[in-house]
């Protein structure tokens, strides 16, 4: 198992499949100018089965998703994920994506074993997805999401971030679009991972915001929370349910202390939190010959150096070095 010295256990493994991205949403990159990761560099598709298959028979991880970067740039997602589903025992497997491209492979990917996708879109405004997105490409993400629900990658969840002066204002049209079309909408608070280094804490949009707004439009009665660890949404029954809404508020109610996460990075690199400061290098050992067994002692000890929490309100918090689109989100 992966445990700490908190003892919490890690079953969810976030893997990254690429760092590159066909949009460039304000708050993850820059427009211009950052560096990717040199093809060598990269985990093969090979490598990366090899990794899940030791993580899931050897270290107890019994969820996958697959994230980036923008995962459905990576050529051979699909037969990672048909690689992936042969595995025993079996992890669920879901795929957290800008839902561009998902209208072409939503069935390839079904038939592969994904069980479920996240798809994320925040705004319901063409002009607006532009703005926030610096890509022209609303549609696509709309069409995409159709294609996952048709094709029973369900429950489709839609991750949004919501951003003041952009799309703030448009928390209950999101809901009542995404409670019409079957989605289950999460907003999540912005957290300072972008690659400019922008993120402000006065100026971000927080859950209580964001619960204030949905509540002029509908009656929110608490779920409590949703499986804390590993889908850190508290969530609500909207107007007494079937249809929920959920906030993922990780700046100001933060959940390290259920956290079950361990991150691989698509160049190889075990991560223990999205801001954890240090990686350790399993495509090292992997390239050099490792067994599973020295592999899994590697990611075993970096487990163990897991940090009790981000901090992100501690005064001395400090931003990782690499963006969301390079960790995984
Ligand atoms: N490209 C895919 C996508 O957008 O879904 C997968 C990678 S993206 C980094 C994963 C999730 O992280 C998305 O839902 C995105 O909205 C979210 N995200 C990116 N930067 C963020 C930030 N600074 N704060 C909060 N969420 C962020
Ligand atoms: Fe790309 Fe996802 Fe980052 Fe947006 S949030 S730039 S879609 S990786």
Not at 47 to 62: F, H, P, Q, S, Y
Not at 250 to 266: E, I, K, M, N, Q
Not at 278 to 291: C, I
Request: net charge neutral; glycine share 8%.
């Amino acid at each position: 198992m992966l445990v700490d010295t908190y003892g919490r256990v890690a079953t969810d493994l976030r893997v990254s499949l690429t760092d590159r991205c066909n949009l460039r949403c304000t708050y993850c990159m820059p427009e211009e100018g950052l560096q990717w990761l040199a093809k060598p560099d990269l985990l093969t598709d090979d490598e990366i089965v090899r990794l899940v298959d030791i993580a899931v028979r050897l270290l107890g991880v019994e969820e996958v998703r697959f994230t980036g970067g923008e995962p459905l740039l990576r050529p051979g997602l699909v037969g990672i994920v048909e690689r992936v589903a042969a595995l025993r025992p079996r992890p669920r497997m879901s795929l957290t994506t800008n839902g561009i491209g998902l209208r072409r492979t939503a069935t390839a990917l079904k038939a592969a074993g994904l069980d479920r996708v996240n798809v994320s879109l925040d705004t319901l405004r063409a002009d607006v997805f532009k703005t926030l997105t610096r890509r022209d490409r609303h549609q696509d993400v709309l069409d995409g999401l159709r294609a996952a629900h048709d094709a029973g990658l369900t429950p489709v969840k839609v991750n949004t971030v919501l951003m003041p002066g952009l799309n703030e204002d448009e928390a209950p049209d999101l809901l009542s679009w995404a409670v019409a079309h079957d989605y289950e909408l999460r907003f999540i608070e912005q957290m300072p991972l972008d690659a400019q280094h922008g993120w402000k804490r006065d100026r971000m949009v927080t859950a209580g915001d964001i619960l204030a707004s949905l509540r002029t439009r509908f009656e929110l009665t608490p779920e409590g929370a949703d499986d804390r660890g590993s889908a850190p949404a508290e969530r609500w029954l909207v107007d007494g349910g079937p249809h929920r809404v959920g906030v993922i508020a990780s700046v100001t109610r933060p959940f390290c202390a259920a956290c079950d996460r361990t991150r691989l990075t698509a160049d190889g690199q075990i991560r223990t939190c999205l801001f954890a400061r240090e990686e350790t290098d399993l495509r090292g050992a992997l390239r050099a010959g490792a067994p599973d067994e020295e592999i899994a002692r590697r990611w075993r000890l970096a487990m163990w150096g897991k940090k009790a929490g981000a901090g992100l309100d501690d005064p001395a918090f400090i931003q990782p070095d690499r963006p969301m689109s390079a960790i995984g989100g």
